[in-house]
């Protein structure tokens, strides 16, 4: 199974390639235009399930699948996070919820960003403890950026993640320290001299076992696109899903 998130600065419809040729089975794409708009150019694979949030018809969070896996989001959503959306994925090896994120909800006077993760790990909870699980997207958020005084910074998120058994697999695959990334996944305005790590992936304990490979775009082709880079997380599969995929594609 391979998940990628890249947040595509918009017009995907144009940029959907470029992630293709990774052969992704789900990817998470915040700054995404709604389905009506995705107008792919004729040869470009087509997704087989997506989903798709936001208010502004340019610039939504998609989730979309390239394979047998199929997306249902779960009956306790909470509308008041906008861009973090609990959905169950089936189809696969296993059943697991997958919190697709963009932290971005400038309407909430708490704080937009890593606060909207921050919130949404507590009232999800029961879909966190002990379940399998993946959070991945755009956190817009970094420890480097931690305010003290509040509850909601982003090495709290981690740690209660972590404590939920639930980790970042850039960080262990990489062997990083949060804060101290060596590969950024943000460019602010494409500037080379302006890297920050700010897309995760965060997997179960049980998810975590099955960990492949972790990348992390390249600069110099990837900001031609986008102020982004996807992050591209592979798991191990059996070997009869392998030829099913293959066939599936």
Known sequence: MKIITWNCNMAYRKKASFILAHKPDIVIVPECEHP???????????????????????????????????????????????????????????NFNLFAIWANNPTDPDGQYVEQVWKAIHHYDNLLAGTSCILAGDFNSNTIWDRKYRAGNHSNVVKVLEEKGIFSTYHLHHKQKQGEEKHPTLYLYRHEDKPYHIDYCFVSIDILKKLKSVEVGAYDYWTKHSDHVPVIVTFKTSRKKMIDNKADR
């Open 36 to 94: 009506d708009k995705l107008l792919f150019p004729v040869g470009t694979k087509k997704p087989k399930d997506i989903l798709w949030f936001g208010k502004n018809q340019h610039k939504g969070l998609a989730i979309f699948s390239y394979s047998k896996y199929r997306f249902t989001v779960l009956d306790n959503h909470n509308q008041d996070l906008q861009m973090i959306i609990p959905i169950l994925v089936t189809g696969g090896e296993f």
